[in-house]
């Protein structure tokens, strides 16, 4: 019996990795430029104390603060990618905590800038604002002044500033408890291989025909989760309180607030994705039904929810296909970006592609203004879903590399909330060219369960994660101590409620709460939701070749953080301080559903 492991970091083809030359050449270049960016930080001193004095002496200290902050950039990126390779090399996880260190010591030093800046009188920055000098930090000035009643004194901000080494410890022991020391064993799949069982697989084996093995697959995951769980409600309780400390120390009437706020998002588009959502469960409710009858099931398992409902038509994609797949769905945005994208995921080496022993698990998108935009994958080519999250990346890569051609440093970074809209937008053409190609009522099927299992996971269950968010923020805002027992409490009311009550919940589904590491990075996934709504809008609008929909859409995508993200995407088309957007996704998850229905005949006789 053939057994499938996990290559060692060090064995893995050069051609499967990314190339970080964009960054630095190398280990030792990166020492270097670190060593050259502390040696710069003395340079902030000369400043302190005298930023009210004139435009063109706060000009010159955001000038220096921007250079400061790029180079950091470069730097952090780096060791954040190196880390990601392989999360137990000591020499990356050596290299992410010196670079910590300094970037603690950079923010303290700057530290004086914004509290200087907001002690400069109102007329006098009003006046200031139209000097030629400050010109190019305008915008960037007026966001600042809206934090007044959010920033502290000078002390009091240095002292927070020096705890931003410790402030992410939750963060750090969780991805090396989960990606480094965690063993899950081996599974024997459904035909007959002994498979290494690991975060990276884990959702690879839910894919397997053979029900024994997934069920093997989830207690046997979970199994370790429960051991280590006291561990992992420990670390998440600490991030939770760690928002809500922030949030109270920056004068925000809850941790939430504070969130919303940074992107200048009205709680209405919050509260309103969240009752929209509650409004239409029973579709999904529909959904869970479907797939039981479809699977021949007495009862459905989450274990049973990744499954291809349509075996038969799920497809084998080495690496070279998934990208041509990809790059010919995304035609509709020109033949520009489809050539600069299949460059970058071939010969340009944007992409780590393939899982190794100790690799962060995932996948995700991360440039900088001066490099290539990278992608870490974990490709595994009997998944399509893989296909799809290659698509995702992409589009956040593309947005990545688009924005810093058209927008200067300080404007080229974008949102998350607006992130999630050109990756799911991707998603979305990826999905429209695999229905056209549809010659069956199966193929076809194959492809709306799809689009069904999406909404379902990008909209439905990123909102049942932003209430659980809501959820523990509250109680330990209230004083309720987030203990393993709170945490399971209030995670399986909501698996109850988002899943229906035909839908049988397994203890260890409570668990879920413990593994998953956007909870670290608190309120970002209800923009998953909200991104997935505009993107399904935008995508009919430029696929259906609405006049001005394709330049509207690159004009998004070139313009970074130039207005609030709210307002790019009106200037896009689609508007989410309203309720059509999430209402427009809803409903087309019922008439997918309806769909479905109507092909389950032919389907499954």
Same mark, same amino acid.
């Given at each position: 019996?053939?057994?499938?492991?996990?290559?060692?970091?060090?064995?893995?083809?050069?051609?499967?990795?990314?190339?970080?030359?964009?960054?630095?050449?190398?280990?030792?270049?990166?020492?270097?430029?670190?060593?050259?960016?502390?040696?710069?930080?003395?340079?902030?001193?000369?400043?302190?104390?005298?930023?009210?004095?004139?435009?063109?002496?706060?000009?010159?200290?955001?000038?220096?603060?921007?250079?400061?902050?790029?180079?950091?950039?470069?730097?952090?990126?780096?060791?954040?990618?190196?880390?990601?390779?392989?999360?137990?090399?000591?020499?990356?996880?050596?290299?992410?905590?010196?670079?910590?260190?300094?970037?603690?010591?950079?923010?303290?030093?700057?530290?004086?800038?914004?509290?200087? $800046?907001? &002690?400069?009188?109102?007329?006098?920055?009003?006046?200031?604002?139209?000097?030629?000098?400050?010109?190019?930090?305008?915008?960037?000035?007026?966001?600042?002044?809206?934090?007044?009643?959010?920033?502290?004194?000078?002390?009091?901000?240095?002292?927070?500033?020096?705890?931003?080494?410790?402030?992410?410890?939750?963060?750090?022991?969780?991805?090396?408890?989960?990606?480094?020391?965690?063993?899950?064993?081996?599974?024997?799949?459904?035909?007959?291989?002994?498979?290494?069982?690991?975060?990276?697989?884990?959702?690879?084996?839910?894919?397997?025909?053979?029900?024994?093995?997934?069920?093997?697959?989830?207690?046997?995951?979970?199994?370790?989760?429960?051991?280590?769980?006291?561990?992992?409600?420990?670390?998440?309780?600490?991030?939770?309180?760690?928002?809500?400390?922030?949030?109270?120390?920056?004068?925000?009437?809850?941790?939430?607030? &504070?969130?919303?706020?940074?992107?200048?998002?009205?709680?209405?588009?919050?509260?309103?994705?969240?009752?929209?959502?509650?409004?239409?469960?029973?579709?999904?409710?529909?959904?869970?039904?479907?797939?039981?009858?479809?699977?021949?099931?007495?009862?459905?398992?989450?274990?049973?929810?990744?499954?291809?409902?349509?075996?038969?038509?799920?497809?084998?994609?080495?690496?070279?296909? &998934?990208?041509?797949?990809?790059?010919?769905?995304?035609?509709?945005?020109?033949?520009?970006?489809?050539?600069?994208?299949?460059?970058?995921?071939?010969?340009?080496?944007?992409?780590?592609?393939?899982?190794?022993? /100790?690799?962060? &698990?995932?996948?995700?998108?991360?440039?900088?203004?001066?490099?290539?935009?990278? $992608?870490?994958?974990?490709?595994?080519?009997?998944?399509?879903?893989?296909?799809?999250?290659?698509?995702?990346?992409?589009?956040?890569?593309?947005?990545?590399?688009?924005?810093?051609?058209?927008?200067?440093?300080?404007?080229? /970074?974008?949102?998350?909330?607006?992130?999630?809209?050109?990756?799911?937008?991707?998603?979305?053409?990826?999905?429209?060219?695999?229905?056209?190609?549809?010659?069956?009522?199966?193929?076809?099927?194959?492809?709306?369960?799809?689009?069904?299992?999406?909404?379902?996971?990008? $909209?439905?269950?990123?909102?049942?994660?932003?209430?659980?968010?809501?959820?523990?923020?509250?109680?330990?805002?209230?004083?309720?101590?987030?203990?393993?027992?709170?945490?399971?409490?209030?995670?399986?009311?909501?698996?109850?409620?988002?899943? /229906?009550?035909?839908?049988?919940?397994?203890?260890?589904?409570?668990?879920?709460?413990?593994?998953?590491?956007?909870?670290?990075?608190?309120?970002?996934?209800?923009?998953?939701?909200?991104?997935?709504?505009?993107?399904?809008?935008?995508?009919?609008?430029?696929?259906?070749?609405?006049?001005?929909?394709?330049?509207?859409?690159?004009?998004?995508?070139?313009?970074?953080?130039?207005?609030?993200?709210?307002?790019?995407?009106?200037?896009?088309?689609?508007?989410?301080? /309203?309720?059509?957007?999430?209402?427009?996704?809803?409903?087309?998850?019922?008439?997918?559903?309806?769909?479905?229905?109507?092909?389950?005949?032919?389907?499954?006789?």
């Amino acid at each position: 019996m053939t057994v499938r492991t996990l290559p060692e970091r060090r064995d893995v083809a050069v051609a499967d990795t990314w190339d970080l030359a964009s960054l630095f050449a190398g280990d030792e270049a990166w020492d270097a430029a670190l060593l050259a960016w502390e040696a710069r930080l003395p340079e902030f001193a000369p400043f302190a104390g005298t930023l009210g004095q004139s435009p063109e002496r706060l000009a010159a200290c955001l000038a220096l603060d921007l250079e400061i902050d790029r180079a950091g950039d470069r730097l952090g990126t780096y060791a954040h990618l190196r880390a990601a390779e392989d999360q137990s090399a000591a020499p990356a996880q050596r290299m992410v905590g010196r670079f910590q260190h300094v970037a603690t010591r950079a923010g303290e030093l700057a530290s004086f800038i914004r509290p200087e $800046i907001l &002690a400069i009188p109102a007329a006098t920055m009003a006046a200031w604002l139209d000097h030629p000098a400050l010109g190019p930090y305008r915008l960037l000035l007026e966001r600042l002044v809206r934090t007044r009643p959010h920033v502290l004194s000078e002390g009091e901000e240095k002292l927070l500033a020096m705890q931003g080494t410790f402030a992410g410890t939750a963060a750090r022991v969780f991805r090396q408890l989960t990606d480094a020391d965690l063993r899950f064993g081996t599974v024997t799949d459904g035909r007959g291989a002994e498979v290494e069982l690991s975060n990276a697989t884990f959702v690879t084996l839910l894919h397997d025909p053979v029900r024994s093995v997934r069920r093997t697959t989830f207690h046997q995951f979970y199994a370790q989760y429960q051991a280590h769980a006291h561990t992992l409600a420990a670390t998440l309780a600490g991030a939770v309180d760690r928002d809500v400390y922030l949030a109270r120390v920056r004068h925000h009437p809850s941790a939430v607030a &504070a969130a919303l706020f940074t992107d200048n998002v009205p709680p209405e588009v919050y509260d309103g994705l969240v009752t929209a959502v509650r409004t239409h469960l029973p579709a999904v409710h529909r959904a869970n039904e479907l797939r039981r009858r479809w699977l021949r099931l007495d009862d459905l398992h989450h274990y049973d929810c990744y499954v291809p409902l349509v075996p038969d038509l799920e497809r084998h994609h080495t690496w070279e296909e &998934a990208v041509e797949l990809v790059v010919e769905s995304l035609h509709p945005l020109g033949v520009d970006y489809g050539a600069r994208l299949r460059h970058g995921l071939l010969a340009g080496r944007w992409c780590d592609r393939y899982p190794n022993v /100790g690799k962060q &698990a995932g996948a995700f998108s991360s440039g900088t203004y001066d490099s290539a935009p990278y $992608i870490m994958m974990n490709f595994q080519p009997e998944s399509l879903e893989h296909v799809f999250t290659l698509a995702h990346e992409a589009g956040h890569s593309m947005h990545t590399r688009l924005s810093a051609e058209a927008q200067p440093y300080q404007y080229a /970074g974008y949102t998350i909330f607006v992130a999630e809209v050109a990756s799911t937008f991707n998603e979305q053409l990826l999905a429209r060219l695999l229905l056209e190609r549809c010659r069956t009522p199966k193929e076809r099927a194959a492809i709306l369960v799809r689009e069904v299992d999406s909404i379902r996971a990008t $909209i439905v269950r990123q909102t049942m994660f932003a209430e659980f968010e809501r959820l523990t923020h509250a109680s330990a805002e209230a004083g309720e101590p987030l203990t393993l027992e709170r945490f399971r409490e209030l995670y399986r009311g909501l698996l109850e409620a988002y899943f /229906g009550p035909r839908f049988t919940l397994d203890p260890e589904l409570e668990l879920e709460c413990l593994r998953i590491p956007h909870f670290y990075s608190a309120f970002y996934v209800y923009k998953y939701a909200t991104g997935l709504a505009a993107a399904i809008t935008l995508a009919e609008r430029v696929a259906g070749g609405q006049p001005g929909a394709l330049d509207a859409y690159l004009g998004f995508l070139r313009g970074g953080s130039s207005k609030w993200s709210l307002d790019l995407l009106c200037d896009a088309g689609v508007d989410l301080r /309203g309720p059509q957007p999430v209402a427009i996704a809803l409903r087309r998850l019922e008439t997918l559903v309806d769909e479905l229905e109507r092909l389950e005949a032919d389907v499954v006789g």
